[in-house]
């Protein structure tokens, strides 16, 4: 983890692009900056309603994360072959990110978000067979598809901001996807605790599909922008 850091640390400093525009030092309050982000953000239909979403999934999947952990230790796999399972989602991630600039020009933004939906929503599979490759099966072909919709949404969101809004609205959009990430792990132990792994991947399953159904039905994931404006 530090070798990680360390070669990102480097690859910031080799950059030599501007990113931003000349203007003067802004010496309004914190909170008046972090209000303003935040307003210009939750004007945008479209990705105040990824934002709210995308806080969704986290909280689903990190939650799906331990559940995968139990089940795997209770059919029988070595503490080795629970981390050889977590790499092969790392190592679908890092193949789904080589091949998201693919995707992105190959279908539209609004099939890649509800594709992203309803991929989370196929860990109800595990509630017909209840099998930790099932389960690992659905995690994994999620972890192919998120690149695709992350480099979309935060792509656009990041070429479209005014760019002395940048850092603020990126943080906001942030914490709010990341805010109730702790929650799903949390939630997932209180159910684990007291019913039976199935019956807690069918809660967030249940969850996930309330998810799905939102972005299919929500009128600013139908009216989506398109990627190609951008150029």
Request: aromatic share 10%.
């Amino acid at each position: 983890d530090v070798i990680s850091y360390a070669f990102s640390v480097v690859s910031l400093l080799t950059m030599r692009t501007p990113f931003q525009e000349q203007r003067e030092v802004d010496t309004s309050r914190m909170r008046s900056q972090i209000a303003e982000g935040f307003r210009w953000l939750w004007g945008q239909p479209f990705l105040r309603t990824c934002a709210l979403i995308f806080a969704g999934v986290n909280f689903t999947f990190q939650g799906i994360f331990l559940v995968f952990v139990v089940v795997a230790k209770r059919h029988g796999l070595s503490s080795g072959g629970i981390g050889a399972c977590i790499a092969l989602f790392g190592a679908c991630s890092l193949l789904g990110s080589v091949i998201a600039p693919r995707l992105n020009r190959a279908i539209s933004m609004r099939t890649i978000v509800i594709v992203n939906m309803w991929l989370d929503a196929a860990i109800v599979a595990f509630v017909i067979v209840p099998n930790v490759y099932v389960l690992l099966g659905a995690v994994v072909t999620v972890s192919f598809f998120i690149p695709a919709g992350n480099a979309a949404v935060i792509g656009y969101r990041t070429a479209v901001t005014p760019d002395r809004l940048i850092g603020r609205v990126s943080s906001v959009a942030r914490n709010i996807a990341l805010g109730v990430q702790p929650l799903g792990p949390l939630a997932a132990g209180f159910l684990l605790s007291s019913y039976s792994p199935r019956l807690t991947v069918l809660v967030f399953a249940a969850f996930s599909v309330g998810l799905a159904l939102w972005a299919t039905l929500s009128p600013s994931i139908r009216k989506a922008p398109s990627l190609a404006e951008l150029a």
